[in-house]
Nanobody
Framework: QVQLVESGGGLVQPGGSLRLSCAAS????????IGWFRQAPGKEREGVSC????????VYTDSVKGRFTISRDNAKNTVYLQMNSLKPEDTAVYYC???????????????????????WGQGTQVTVSS
């Protein structure tokens, strides 16, 4: 059974940091593209970052470039999103999602649409406020 479980959300002051985790079970995460998305109240779900399968190339939406870093630990079957210099506008529920498996090179140039992903976690709340 494929499952994604996010953790690491919370309340942080502007300028602070959080690291989100996305633990996968039921599949080998390394052959999947993993995306992080977020949804603020009253807004559509938007792509934040994605890491490609196999070679681990990362892409980011413009608003988080230079502040967020996505990474993958295949041994732990977990993907992380390190978020630094957090801003109030980063407040949202953050979701990880997976699509695959891919056994050949996949070139990702931007965060794919939510419709490209087959599996979703339940989300973790991130609140940036003083």
């Amino acid at each position: 059974q494929v499952q994604l479980v996010e953790s690491g959300g919370g309340l942080v002051q502007p300028g602070g940091s959080l690291r989100l985790s996305c633990a996968a079970s039921g599949f080998t995460l390394g052959t999947y593209a993993i995306g992080w998305f977020r949804q603020a109240p009253g807004k559509e779900r938007e792509g934040v970052s994605c890491i490609s399968p196999n070679d681990g190339v990362a892409v980011y939406t413009d608003s988080v470039k230079g502040r967020f870093t996505i990474s993958r630990d295949n041994a732990k079957n977990t993907v992380y999103l390190q978020m630094n210099s957090l801003k109030p506008e980063d407040t949202a529920v953050y979701y990880c999602a997976a699509t695959g498996p891919f056994h050949a090179k996949v070139v990702i140039t931007s965060v794919p649409s939510i419709y490209e992903f087959d599996y979703w976690g339940q989300g973790t709340q991130v609140t940036v406020s003083s």
